[in-house]
């Protein structure tokens, strides 16, 4: 029980540590988006859910604070983190039966999620409403698929999901 724990907290730090560095990297939002969506994906498949909730709720913030989300950004941080958590949950609980499935699945509800925060809830500029629609189904979708490959390799060397 406590060697999961400490796998747990590790293995999420570890992964907060390379999205920090993911978004320090100043790279365009092409690349950076679908980089931390592939994290997201990562942290349920070798931890589980929640430690992609972890992951998904600090990012936007830091990316605020660093910059990678304009200003006008601000008022959507709650629903990009709400979103985040959505992803990692929904395929967390779906990657058991089929994982291109739960990715597919968990991608349109983060967008679903993301075009209705900017659709019906938050005031934005048309732009900015333009980058929280369907740009993000396609970095959850490219994000999924590099995590499946990724966790592949991982589980090629010995670094699969944290036993219970």
Not at 47 to 71: E, Y
Not at 98 to 124: E, H, P, Q, T
Not at 128 to 152: D, E, H, N, R, V
């Amino acid at each position: 029980m406590e060697n999961n724990r400490i796998k747990f907290i590790t293995r999420t730090g570890i992964l907060l540590a390379l999205a920090l560095v993911v978004q320090m990297g100043g790279f365009p939002q092409p690349v950076t988006g679908p980089l931390i969506n592939t994290i997201l994906y990562l942290a349920a498949l070798l931890v589980n859910g929640w430690s992609g909730v972890i992951i998904g709720v600090f990012t936007p913030a830091i990316a605020f604070f660093r910059g990678i989300l304009p200003p006008p950004l601000a008022p959507i941080i709650p629903f990009i983190a709400l979103s985040n958590a959505i992803l990692a949950l929904i395929f967390a609980s779906a990657m058991k039966k089929n994982k291109i499935i739960a990715v597919i699945l968990a991608s349109v509800m983060k967008y679903f999620v993301l075009s209705a925060a900017v659709g019906f809830i938050v005031n934005v500029p048309d732009k900015i409403a333009q980058m929280m629609s369907l740009p993000q189904l396609f970095t959850a979708l490219i994000g999924g698929g590099i995590a499946l490959i990724a966790f592949k390799a991982l589980e090629a060397i010995g670094l699969g999901k944290v036993k219970k």
